[in-house]
C-alpha cells in the first residue's frame, strides 16, 4: 500500500513565520492536489509536526547560541534555531490553506535532543508513532512532500530508506533553508544515491 508522507508544513515555516522557508507557498497548491488525489484513491496521508516545548534547547535563546550557528547538544551536531513551533501554538499549526490531514505524528518534543526526522530523534535514542501507523496500514510505498528539503525532509528519508520503505521524493512539492545555496541540491542528491526515486507531483498515478 502507499501513502503520503507530509512533513512539517506548519505556520512557522511559511511566510512570516519565525523559521520562514523562501518560497514555501509554492507548494501548498501542489500538496493540496497530492491529498486530494490520495483521499479519492481512499491511500493513507499522513502529517508530521514539529513540536517542541518552549525550553527546547535547539533554539539558540535556551543554549546561550547565536541563531544559525553550529555547535553540539546532547553529543550530536546542532545548528541554533529560532525559537519555532512550540507546541499548542499558532506557529506549530499545520498551515492553513493545507487540506485536512488525519494522522499527524508530533516530533521534537524532548527539550534536550532535536528530531529532524519524523521516525526518530536525531540520536535514534526514541521513536515516534510513525512506523506503527504505517507498518498498521501495510504501507510499504511512501511518497514524500514538504519542508525543509535539507533537514526534516532529508532526515524523514534516510530512516524511511532504512526502514525497507521504497521511497519516492516528490521534489516540486519541498522546499529547504538552504543556510548554504547548495543545501537542498546537495540533499536531494544524497537521497538519490541512498536509494530514494526523485519525482515531480505530475508523475504521481
Ligand atoms: C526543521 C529546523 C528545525 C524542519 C525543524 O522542519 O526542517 N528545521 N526544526
Ligand atoms: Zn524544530
Redo the contacts with the bound molecule.
Sequence with gaps: MIALLV??VQND?MKGGA?EVEKSLEIIPIINNLIKKFNEKKRLVVATL?WHPKEHK?FAINSNKVIGEKGILHGLDQIW?PV??VANTLGSELYKELLPINHLIKK?TNINI?S?SGFFDNGKLEETDLNFTLKKNNITQLYIVG??TD???LSTVLDALELGYKVFLIQNACRG?NLLPEDSLNAIELMKKKGANIILEQDVV
Aim: net charge negative.
Design positions: 512533513v512539517d515555516f523559521l514539529d535547539s534555531w519555532h513551533c521534537g532535536d529532524y519542508l525543509a533537514y526534516c525532509v533553508v
